[in-house]
Structures are given as structure tokens and as C-alpha cells.
């Protein structure tokens, strides 16, 4: 696991997440503090041997300040059905704890303030496996430019632990024939980590 520097400090944050929620939601680091309605810093089991990462918060995320709300919350429920589980069963968040504008990318500059957060976020509830939701996440914490269907079906590691790329569940709403694939990812994590 890479060294991090939370809040200057160098250290990692070793107590319970909550208490790590609560330590950070009032971050000021870059400016999406002053555009943001919420501070999102994820939820789900925070024993999951599954994480799932996002790039950022979006609108109903914002409003909410909940991961993976509205209607690609609800297409992520039902492919985590292919493989039996539920949002109980595993954890969900962005690199990003803010929502950017409009939804553009995520700046290298913000990445850079935020991902440590991540990073203890890993350390603190210590998954099997990280599955990156959509080419901006998975190319954000790859350091990558490549496409996402050359990501697919690879296992990287990331701190350490492994890690599987898929497409975002709102592609799956633009394009529903991505489906396919997405099963086959699924797929991919029930053998190899559930089964
Ligand atoms: S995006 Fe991250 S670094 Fe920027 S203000 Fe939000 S929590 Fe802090």
C-alpha cells in the first residue's frame, strides 16, 4: 500500500470509517468544496470484500450525498444481482468526495488532493478486490489513458490489492448492449472472488 499524506500528516487514519467520514466531510482541499450541495463519501459494508469505485459524485449523488444514486444506482442494484450480493454486501465510492461541475472530468489537481481518501478508505476496510466503474475511474486510478474495453478481463493491483475494470452502469443506459460485457465482468468477479 502507497504512503499517503492525510491532511499533511503522513499517516493514514486507522480508526473506524465513520470516524474517518466524520474527520473529512468538511474538506477544503480543492475547490469543489465551494460548488458542492454535499460531501459524498461513500457507504456500504465496511467489512466488503468487494469495493466498488466511481470517478466522482453526480447530480443525485450531490443532493443526496449518497454514491450511486438515481438511475444508474438502480442499473449497479440489479447487476449486483448477477452475483448475489447487495449494496449490503459490498462498499461503494468515488475517487472524488465532491461533485464537479456540470460532471466534466475529474482535474488532475483534484485527484491529486483527493485520492489519499481513497486510499485510507482501502486500508481501512481492506477489500479482496476494487472493481473501477467506467474508463474515467478506472484510467484516474490506473494512471492510464487507454480505452476501457482494453482494461477489461485484467486483474492490476492498486495499493496492493486487485483490481478489475467495468463499464460505469450509466454506459449501460446509453448503450444497452453493453450488457453482455458487463455480465461477463460479473461473471469474471463471482468466479475468481466469490465462489
Ligand atoms: S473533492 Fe476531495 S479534496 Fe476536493 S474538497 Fe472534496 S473531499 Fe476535499
Known amino acids: 500500500m502507497q504512503q499517503i499524506y492525510y491532511q499533511n500528516n503522513n499517516q493514514y487514519f486507522t480508526g473506524k470509517l465513520d470516524s474517518f467520514n466524520q474527520l473529512i466531510s468538511n474538506c477544503q482541499k480543492c475547490s469543489l468544496s465551494k460548488t458542492r ?7 456500504g459494508n465496511p467489512n466488503a470484500k468487494i469495493i466498488f469505485v466511481g470517478e466522482a459524485p453526480g447530480k443525485h449523488e450531490d443532493l443526496t450525498g449518497s454514491p450511486f444514486a438515481g438511475r444508474s444506482g438502480k442499473i449497479l442494484d ?25 460532471n466534466r472530468d475529474p482535474l ?6 483527493c485520492e489519499p481518501y481513497l486510499i485510507n478508505q482501502l486500508y481501512i476496510i481492506k477489500p479482496k478486490l476494487i472493481v473501477a466503474l467506467g474508463r ?9 489513458k487507454e480505452a476501457l ?23 449501460l443506459l446509453r448503450n444497452p448492449n453493453l450488457k453482455k460485457n458487463v455480465c461477463d465482468d460479473f461473471n469474471l468477479i463471482y468466479k475468481k472472488y466469490i465462489q
Open 149 to 171: 474495453k482494453n482494461l477489461r478481463n485484467k486483474i492490476y493491483k492498486y495499493g496492493g490489492i486487485d483490481l478489475l475494470v467495468t463499464y460505469h452502469p450509466a454506459a
Open 78 to 102: 440489479q447487476n449486483l444481482s448477477l452475483i448475489n450480493m447487495t449494496r449490503k454486501d459490498i462498499y461503494i465510492c468515488n475517487v472524488l468526495k465532491c461533485r464537479p461541475p456540470n
Open 108 to 113: 488532475p489537481s483534484e485527484v491529486d488532493e
Open 37 to 43: 450541495n454535499n460531501f459524498v463519501f461513500g457507504s
Open 136 to 144: 474515467v475511474a478506472a484510467c484516474t486510478i490506473l494512471k492510464t
